[in-house]
């Protein structure tokens, strides 16, 4: 712990890394931040944090940040510091430079998870309203857009079904694809506690989590399936309810549309849909998949119905989403808690778990191609005239460019100019290979970040950014809870992520006047009806609210979703057919390797790698099964090389029986170790979210590098 003296002043403000959202008191002397104190009254950690947001802030004023304006010709110029008029006037004439040379869709933007919602929503307007077209995309699109795409097909919108206390009243977790204790870390605690408590547990995850086996909690069923097989075990549970006589007809017959119901029955009762089947696909024993599905339907394994209603809750992350049936795999699951009547009440629900803190966010600002805030679709004219009359320009109907798109676009000489904002697209999007040729073939990459990134060193024009405690506005965490980021200390650069955007929008000659990011909620509030009732106002009276959040939700919006009945109505099943992946193991590639993260750092690490938390964990390295290093010859801190049909890369290697024989495991907070290198191109089939979670590799050993 650092002690930097007793605090004179404190600011409460939200935590700046996972989608639990902590409230911390940020304890001030002078101007700078001496200690970051869980707040007892933040509603999603109640007074509890995590190793990341309690000490892992002193990025914010590290040496390497970046505080003056640079601008260079050709990639490889060095850099020439410049004032900000300089930089937006330059960054802005370039813009209108290639569209006047290539057309209005010759440029784009991508906005970050990381920056309040008045900085997305601005950066989406900026893109929409002086762009004129709508290539506005979000690093969401590389975690949760199937979540967008799936929960917004069965049940009406984009969102987690529950507050975090929810799990409170929880009898059967089922956790899916997700590592809470290393990702989500104080909502991690409180299943825990739930567990402890005597909840049962299910954990689906092809290596062998915390949760499995940690002390006084033990899975009643590990279903340690092979990565790229999560949809044929939710085909193989769904068979097991349907054919079992374990659904809740009552429910369905109230609450979903019969005609998808009775299509997805059929569909599932099928015997290529069984566990027997589906075992011989997942790896998982049809016994396992069997009790699993009667545990989560019943509170028992043995599938007896009690008659007490009890309440199963889905908890899912990244390994759910982030394959080529990401989408499938979360209609999948809102299937299932539909069938069993597990939606709409405490305890029980489908929660994806964000990894970034202001992912939900992102998506809710109207960051996606297809979608203005609020999840209303470009083409929909109602909601476009709403925009139009209060933004003053014509939108175009057509959907954007997604990320992907993009770089196609560039390669192909129609995408020229980018605009990121806060985030390092080089380090976090899949094929790394692909992503630096399309950015070379790009004429104007303007970067808005606090560090010189790895997407910097392809960019023409840099804009120093500004951190969570250097700002104000919202963040909106995994249970779509708004609340407030408070600045603690001035922009180091002169100014906020929000205004360098209103900057750049004014040099385009697109007017934005705003004087404080309260002036954007209010817009925000008055064009998107689920945020209708939200206002700083009610945030600082409440400590937080929930959207939706109108006048016809209490005050504070609405903790459940679905309660009565679905957003769209009546709740859709979706028939979701298991697909293999192409992501195959052959000859030359026989392992398949699988990622995550780990507690102490954060995603790329641009921030945790620079502080105190790099101690902990100061390298990604390589987990694989003792059968399989010893067929290698690999041992314990052995360096190996790492194959795929993208690229290669170098770890050292934890020889375990975390992972099944086969299988094999890394984090990707390193720049160096590039995950990402050797990661392909495939993605899901709806929203082109990566196949992080599945890659064909050979492993061998190697020379130290
Ligand atoms: Fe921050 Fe997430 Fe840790 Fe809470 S659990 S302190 S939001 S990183």
């Not at 992503?435 to 104007?444: N, R």
Request: charged share 20%.
């Amino acid at each position: 712990i650092i002690n930097l003296g007793q605090p004179e002043h404190s600011t409460i403000t939200t935590c700046a890394y996972c989608g639990v959202g902590c409230a911390f008191k940020a304890e001030m002397k002078g101007t700078e931040v001496v200690r970051m104190v869980p707040w007892k009254d933040g509603k999603a950690n109640e007074g509890h944090a995590c190793v990341k947001g309690r000490f892992a802030w002193g990025y914010a004023t590290h040496k390497d940040r970046i505080t003056t304006p640079m601008i260079r010709k050709s990639i490889n110029d060095p850099w020439q510091e410049v004032s900000w008029d300089e930089a937006i006037g330059y960054a802005a004439s370039e813009f209108r430079r290639i569209q006047a040379e290539h057309g209005r869709d010759s440029i784009g933007g991508i906005t970050s998870s990381r920056c309040t919602n008045e900085e997305t929503y601005l950066v989406q307007k900026l893109i929409r309203a002086a762009f004129g077209n709508n290539n506005v995309d979000t690093c969401a699109r590389v975690c949760h857009s199937p979540t967008g795409y799936g929960l917004g097909q069965t049940y009406g919108t984009s969102a987690g079904t529950q507050t975090f206390k929810s799990v409170e009243k929880a009898d059967v977790i089922l956790v899916i694809g997700a590592n809470p204790t290393d990702a989500h870390p104080v909502f991690g605690s409180r299943m825990k506690k739930r567990l402890r408590e005597g909840a049962k547990l299910i954990v689906v995850d092809p290596r062998r989590i915390d949760l499995v086996q940690s002390p006084h909690i033990s899975a009643q069923h590990h279903l340690q399936l092979k990565p790229g097989t999560n949809v044929a075990v939710i085909s193989a549970l769904a068979h097991v309810v349907v054919t079992e006589g374990l659904l809740d007809e009552a429910y369905i017959a109230e609450r979903c549309d019969d005609k998808s119901f009775r299509e997805w029955r059929e569909f599932v009762a099928r015997p290529e849909n069984s566990p027997e089947a589906m075992s011989l696909v997942t790896g998982v024993p049809a016994e396992e998949l069997r009790a699993a599905a009667r545990l989560y339907a019943t509170g028992n394994s043995e599938g007896v119905k009690t008659g007490r209603q009890v309440n199963a809750a889905i908890y899912y992350g990244l390994g759910v989403t982030e394959h080529a049936q990401g989408s499938t795999m979360v209609m999948g699951i809102a299937n299932l808690a539909m069938a069993t009547g597990n939606v709409g009440r405490e305890g029980v629900g489908v929660n994806p778990l964000r990894g970034q803190n202001n992912v939900q966010g992102s998506c809710d600002m109207g960051s996606f191609p297809h979608e203005l805030p609020g999840y209303r679709h470009i083409s929909d004219s109602t909601t476009r005239t709403l925009f139009e009359s209060a933004w003053g320009v014509t939108l175009n109907p057509e959907p954007g460019l997604r990320i992907p798109n993009m770089f196609d676009a560039a390669q192909q000489g129609t995408f020229l100019g980018l605009y990121c904002e806060g985030e390092d697209i080089v380090q976090s999007d899949p094929n790394t290979q692909h992503v630096t040729d399309s950015l070379k073939a790009m004429q104007c990459v303007v970067v808005q970040d606090i560090f010189l990134n790895e997407t910097a060193k392809y960019a023409h024009v840099f804009l120093p950014g500004s951190s969570f405690l250097e700002k104000d506005g919202t963040f909106t965490n995994a249970e779509r809870r708004i609340s407030r980021v408070r600045r603690v200390m001035k922009p180091l650069a002169g100014y906020a992520d929000w205004e360098v955007t209103q900057k750049l929008a004014n040099a385009l000659g697109y007017p934005m006047n705003y004087q404080h990011p309260e002036e954007i909620m209010q817009e925000i509030a008055a064009l998107t009806p689920s945020f209708a009732g939200v206002s700083y106002e009610k945030i600082e009276r409440l400590g937080s609210v929930q959207w939706p959040c109108n006048d016809h939700t209490d005050e504070a919006g609405t903790a459940i979703m679905h309660v009565d009945k679905f957003v769209r109505g009546k709740g859709r099943f979706i028939i979701t057919q298991y697909v293999p992946t192409d992501e195959k193991v052959t000859r030359k590639f026989p392992l398949l390797l699988t990622t995550g993260r780990i507690l102490s750092q954060y995603n790329v690490g641009a921030q945790t790698r620079r502080t105190e938390n790099n101690q902990w964990h100061s390298e990604d390295r390589l987990e694989i099964h003792p059968h399989d290093a010893e067929e290698r010859g690999i041992r314990e801190d052995d360096w190996v090389g790492i194959q795929s049909r993208a690229g290669e890369t170098v770890l050292r290697a934890t020889v375990t029986e975390r992972v099944a024989p086969g299988v094999v495991y890394t984090t990707f907070h390193f720049p160096e170790s590039g995950a990402n290198v050797i990661t392909t191109d495939s993605s899901d089939w709806a929203t082109n979210c990566p196949e992080y979670k599945v890659t064909a590799v050979n492993v061998s050993l190697v020379a130290q590098p």
